[in-house]
């Protein structure tokens, strides 16, 4: 079931992609997917599960063991994360749409540094990341959200987002501005099953929670 129907109408091949942060729970089908990868040390987590993956890469510093029968590619530049680069590897082989889980949890860092990667490459790639908690991306500047109800929806700006509407959550935004270290949308819920959500100029990550 596709939560946003602007992912939902991408007609583009579809990536998976493992982070060596926290470990999820529950692996979506991953037969839904044209590739899988493995990034760095989150191999292992495939390996004590018994899943192969497509593609291993990353600069090889927490990995225990490098497989020999699938694809690997060691990007060992420092001036980049191994998130970064496996995006630019996914570009490069003609995928737009990348699912990711493990881009949280462990250290707080690397979680931020997952979110500054993934407004970098914004405009070029579709990237969502899942974990036990909720689902979270970033959006351009017109979205519906669909089934939703129930759900704590919020609003991120990085580090403003201007004139700000939404239709459906329980405390509506209306032409509002949001900056980051001011006041951001936190904790709101979605009254309706879409959710929609309108803003002009800035950056906007809308998170979703599961339950």
């Given at each position: 079931?596709?939560?946003f129907?602007?992912f939902?109408?991408?007609?583009s091949?579809?990536?998976f ?5 926290a ?16 990034i760095?040390?989150a191999?292992?987590h ?8 497509d ?8 990995i ?8 690997v ?6 001036n980049?994360?191994?998130f ?14 990348i699912?990711?889980?493990?881009g949280?949890?462990?250290e707080h ?6 979110i500054?990667?993934a ?6 790639l ?11 991306f970033f959006i351009?500047?017109?979205?519906t959200?669909t089934?939703v109800?129930?759900?704590?929806i919020?609003?991120i ?17 209306i032409?509002?501005t ?5 006041r ?10 879409d959710?929609q ?5 800035g ?9």
């Amino acid at each position: 079931m596709c939560l946003f129907s602007y992912f939902c109408q991408m007609n583009s091949k579809k990536a998976f992609i493992l982070l060596n942060g926290a470990e999820p729970k529950i692996f979506p089908d991953l037969s839904i997917y044209d590739i899988v990868c493995a990034i760095d040390g989150a191999y292992d987590h495939f390996k004590s599960k018994n899943i192969q993956p497509d593609l291993v890469t990353g600069d090889f510093d927490s990995i225990h063991t490098i497989p020999s029968n699938i694809e690997v590619i060691n990007t060992p530049d420092q001036n980049f994360t191994d998130f970064d680069k496996a995006l630019t590897i996914l570009k490069n082989k003609g995928y737009v749409h990348i699912d990711v889980y493990g881009g949280s949890g462990k250290e707080h860092d690397h979680f931020l540094g997952n979110i500054s990667t993934a407004l970098q490459w914004k405009n070029i790639l579709k990237i969502t990341f899942f974990d036990d908690f909720g689902t979270y991306f970033f959006i351009e500047e017109q979205i519906t959200l669909t089934n939703v109800k129930g759900k704590n929806i919020s609003l991120i700006p990085f580090p403003i987002a201007h004139e700000i509407f939404t239709e459906g959550l329980a405390y509506p935004i209306i032409n509002e501005t949001l900056t980051f270290g001011k006041r951001i949308g936190t904790r709101n819920i979605a009254f309706d099953n879409d959710v929609q959500i309108t803003f002009k100029g800035g950056e906007l990550l809308v998170y979703i929670s599961n339950d």
